[in-house]
């Protein structure tokens, strides 16, 4: 298969980045987050690379990229062996140096400065490839919902939380 | 039965079941069947992978919410990721975790599936004293406008100025406090979701309801179901993971209601694949807009769904569309809103000012329309594909053209579209943006909460998966399907009180042809 043409195949659907895994791993990664617990579908690599998208990706008072990163891993710990497997790959091509030919840039999204970092995020939004609009709508889906699910977002959006009704019932048992 | 066992883990269970009636899936179609074929003496067991849940569990918390009550933590999607899908996972599936909206099946719709897809016997005279009793039993009716939230209430206000036709919803709910966190699970037994009234119906009756079991197969030997092969799931981490425990039923009947992505799934995996069995599946594709309002509209509070308009269904050739709303928590409002970075945080400030309006695509009524499909993965998971086809994406245009507009007439400082990056519209000069803006897969966010067909009814065998007399599997005499995937198309209406009717109708006919 030409790398070209597992591009073009979709994200989730299948063992589409096999091919390219052995290249990928050669490329270093600037492993600048560190888990603080135990990882359930992550390597450390992977762990640092999502953590990297999460800082650039949530920009919140409190967002906290490790914290980010461990809630995906939760996520993804649920999903099919296939979507672990396609999801692991995910990563390490987000960071390939390899993907970045296609972008100009030569250096893992990891060690990119911010606006890099910016414009690599817009290319894979706006590229002609699916794997690649797949791949920035489930990265970003993914750390935006770990992030605004947890109550510590609720006070910068103006989210008051729920309203204390606990012991309230508003019928009795149903019956028949 | 002389047992009370009711709700039952399955981790506390080891070994083989028998039953007379084994139903897969305790949502809006297995839980009334239970019911009826309870009530009719039967002795039936309801499978369900979900875990049980009651009013306690339920925090209005979304992190703990999603992973409790929807299929992939709320993640599930199409296979190129291009439409979420909101689907529930628990004992009393999606009714634990809908918006309460019930409407009764149009009319026109039932006209269609009898003339086009040949079935027979379900016309809303069989249907109507069906949705009475049911009416009844789940307290639906009509909200009151004076009862609605800012955001349902700007939906109707927006839909009169630009002159279309706009009605407060239905709901099966006792008492509600509106407190806005239907989709988190009612905190106070208000929503009469299938876990607190059906299934204790059938629980009344001696049924079984047994949670945190998935079907993995039917065993199917000479054209007769002879089991149900299950894998007990964790009860840790909202019950993901599986154990080694392994469960076996036993019934004279089996009955799939497990959903339009369970129920094909579990045929797949059973050997009855072909045909049309995970074709045809139809998701009322949903475009939507915030909106943003001076005052604010606390889009997180108040019953969420309680304005609709159908002025749009009928379009004459083109695709119809109905208009709801959806209630914004941080979590649903950060999906749904695009960008990343400074620029998503900018829109996330504005939750307590910002309104959600949806517009949902009426498919699968043209006979170009294929629909989707689902497969299965090697591990066994379902996999849905659903290409959204041209004309489908027109009325998609054209219900956010609609939802723009009724919300500048409304009185909204702007309006975004789900584009990324969004579109904003602050005056109808704006609405120029839509003849160039991108209408494809991962442009723009599509979502879909109504899960339909993929084993539809039909007379004829080549083109239908059960009979729409009784839903019986045209060619295993012990099977029979009873939930949302025998849709032929989709509905035009949120599709729950769709399934209660016809659950109730079937379980009655399987009752007086009881073999």
């Excluded at chain 1, 063992?15 to 990928?24: D, E, F, K, S, V």
């Excluded at chain 2, 981790?11 to 083989?16: A, C, I, M, Q, R």
């Excluded at chain 2, 839903?471 to 198309?489: A, E, K, Q, W």
């Amino acid at each position: 298969m030409t790398r070209r043409s597992f591009l073009k195949r979709g994200l989730f659907g299948g063992a589409l980045l096999a091919a390219a895994g052995a290249g990928l791993a050669m490329w270093p990664t600037l492993m600048k987050h560190h888990p603080r617990k135990p990882l359930l579908v992550l390597d450390a690599r992977g762990f640092a690379i999502l953590a990297a998208i999460a800082a650039r990706m949530v920009d919140a008072p409190g967002a906290d990229p490790i914290e980010i990163a461990h809630g995906v891993d939760v996520v993804i710990a649920r999903e099919s062996h296939e979507a672990q497997a396609d999801f692991r790959q995910l990563l390490l091509l987000f960071d390939s140096a390899l993907a970045g030919l296609m972008d100009a840039h030569v250096r893992p999204f990891t060690s990119l400065s911010f606006d890099e970092q910016g414009s690599v995020l817009y290319a894979w939004r706006d590229s002609r490839l699916a794997l690649r609009q797949s791949g920035y709508k489930a990265l970003r889906n993914l750390t935006a919902a770990a992030h605004y699910a947890s109550p510590t977002c609720w006070e910068s959006v103006g989210y008051p939380g729920p309203p204390k009704i606990s012991g309230m019932v508003a019928t009795p048992a149903a019956t028949p | 039965m002389s047992d009370k066992i009711g709700f039952i883990d399955g981790n506390s269970l080891d070994g083989e079941l028998t039953c007379e009636v084994c139903i897969v899936g305790s949502g809006a179609g297995g839980a009334v069947l239970a019911a009826r074929l309870a009530a009719a003496g039967k002795e039936v067991i309801v499978l369900e992978e979900g875990g049980h849940y009651t009013r306690a569990d339920f925090h209005m918390r979304e992190d703990e919410a999603f992973p409790m009550l929807y299929q992939e933590s709320g993640a599930r999607a199409t296979k190129d990721l291009s439409i979420a899908i909101l689907q529930g996972r628990a004992v009393g599936g999606s009714t634990v975790a809908n918006w309460t909206t019930s409407f009764r099946t149009p009319e026109s719709v039932l006209d269609q599936w009898a003339r086009v897809h040949g079935v027979r016997e379900l016309g809303v005279g069989a249907l109507n004293p069906h949705w009475d009793e049911i009416e009844k039993r789940l307290s639906i009716a009509q909200i009151s406008l004076e009862e609605t939230n800012r955001n349902n209430r700007l939906l109707y206000d927006g839909c009169k100025a630009i002159g279309l036709e706009a009605k407060t919803t239905f709901r099966n709910t006792r008492n509600c406090f509106k407190s806005g966190y239907c989709g988190m699970g009612c905190p106070v037994d208000a929503k009469q979701s299938m876990n607190i009234t059906y299934l204790p119906d059938a629980i009344a009756h001696g049924a079984r309801v047994v949670s945190r079991c998935r079907v993995d197969r039917l065993v199917v030997e000479a054209g007769h179901v002879a089991s149900a092969e299950c894998t007990v799931l964790s009860s840790d981490d909202y019950g993901y993971a599986e154990t080694p425990q392994r469960l076996r039923v036993r019934a004279k009947k089996f009955v799939l209601s497990a959903g339009a992505i369970g129920t094909p799934s579990i045929l797949i995996r059973s050997g009855l694949s072909g045909g049309v069995v995970g074709r045809g599946t139809y998701l009322h594709p949903v475009i939507g807009v915030t909106a943003r309002y001076k005052d604010p509209v606390e889009p997180f509070y108040g019953a969420p769904q309680s304005v609709a308009s159908h002025a749009l269904a009928h379009r004459g050739d083109k695709v119809g569309l109905f208009m709801e709303t959806a209630p914004l928590h941080p979590m649903l409002a950060a999906i749904s809103s695009s960008g990343f970075g400074p620029q998503h945080r900018a829109i996330m400030t504005e939750l307590p000012h910002l309104a959600a309006h949806i517009a949902l695509a009426i498919d699968g009524f043209h006979e170009s329309e294929t629909g989707g499909t689902v497969t299965v993965r090697p591990s066994g998971a379902p996999l849905v594909d659903y290409p959204i086809p041209p004309r489908i994406w027109e009325a998609l245009r054209e219900g956010l053209r609609t939802l723009i507009r009724l919300n500048l007439a409304a009185g909204a400082d702007w309006v975004l579209s789900g584009h990324d990056p969004a579109l904003r519209f602050s005056s109808e000069r704006d609405l120029g943006q839509l003849d160039s803006a991108p209408f494809a897969p991962n442009r723009v966010n599509i979502f879909s909460a109504h899960i339909m067909g993929g084993a539809r009814m039909g007379d004829d065998p080549a083109r239908s998966v059960v009979r729409s007399s009784d839903c019986r599997h045209h060619s295993v005499s012990n099977l029979h399907i009873v939930d949302g995937s025998i849709f032929p198309t989709s509905l035009g209406v949120n599709p729950q009180e769709t399934i209660y009717g016809i659950a109730q109708l079937m379980g009655d006919r399987m009752t007086q042809s009881w073999q």
